[in-house]
């Protein structure tokens, strides 16, 4: 079993339409858990940090389901520049050392 | 604000051969993790560096190495380069300590490495 899984999609969605996205991984001594956005040939740039409580960034909401050991992206309102991958990241140590495991990532196409 | 830098852009190397990436952080930071990233696949992480030393590594053979330097920047060492090393190498940089640290990571724009 993969240490964080997705589904590769793609999600095919138009403009205006709300989607969302799961990840769920292995470890439950991971601590710490990140959503990372990547264009085609370009690096991961970091969307939010996942925070127990549930956070929200403007049209973005990540939460944390602990007990189920999975993380979900809510995109409200999709644009098409919305479209690219997206990568669940979870951080299994529990010391100031990172180890980052990423899922291979869900595509998002959003359409006009 | 500097962001993360990397170098080269792009690099072909022959089977055997061996090869050194750098990476210079984003300025503030003091952390620096690489990573492998195949075509199709999620980055997979290969060591992280702190205080000159490494403090993590991943499943990667001997063949990859790394330093860092007093000023923070980083290089990623390959030796005998095989066909199934090419992938896009990607450099990220951290604040483990002081004010502002943060888990969170920033990646620079990558190395593509083209094995042949």
Redesign the interface.
């Known amino acids: 079993r993969k240490e964080?899984e997705q589904d590769p999609g793609p999600f095919n969605v138009p403009e205006g339409a709300t989607v969302a996205f799961n990840c769920t991984y292995s470890n439950s001594a991971s601590q710490?858990f990140?959503w990372y956005r990547q264009d085609c040939?370009?690096?991961?740039?970091?969307l939010m940090?996942v925070y127990s409580s549930g956070n929200e960034d403007g049209r973005f909401t990540a939460q944390l389901n602990r007990a189920s050991q999975y993380i979900s992206l809510l995109i409200r309102d999709s644009k098409l520049s919305d479209s690219a991958t997206y990568?669940c990241v979870v951080?299994s140590?529990n010391t100031?050392?990172?180890?980052?495991?990423?899922?291979?990532?869900t595509r998002l196409l959003v359409s006009p | 604000d500097a962001g993360v830098t990397q170098s080269p852009t792009h690099l072909i190397k022959t089977r055997g051969q061996q090869v050194t990436l750098r990476c210079s952080p984003k300025s503030g930071h003091d952390t620096v993790s690489w990573y492998q990233q195949a075509l199709g696949q999620g980055p997979q992480f290969i060591f992280q560096y702190y205080e000159e030393e490494e403090r993590q590594r991943g499943n990667f053979p001997d063949r990859f190495s790394g330093h860092q330097f007093p000023n923070y920047s980083s290089e990623l060492n390959v030796n005998a380069l095989l066909l199934g090393d090419s992938a896009l190498y990607l450099c990220a940089s951290s604040l483990l300590r002081g004010t502002g640290a943060s888990l969170e990571q920033y990646f620079g724009p990558g190395t593509r490495l083209t094995v042949t």
């Not at chain 1, 040939?41 to 970091?46: F, G, V």
């Not at chain 1, 100031?96 to 990532?105: A, E, I, M, R, S």
Request: proline content about 4%; charged content about 20%.
């Open positions: 964080v710490s990140f040939r370009k690096e991961p740039k970091l940090s990568l951080n140590m100031g050392f990172q180890k980052l495991v990423f899922g291979t990532g």
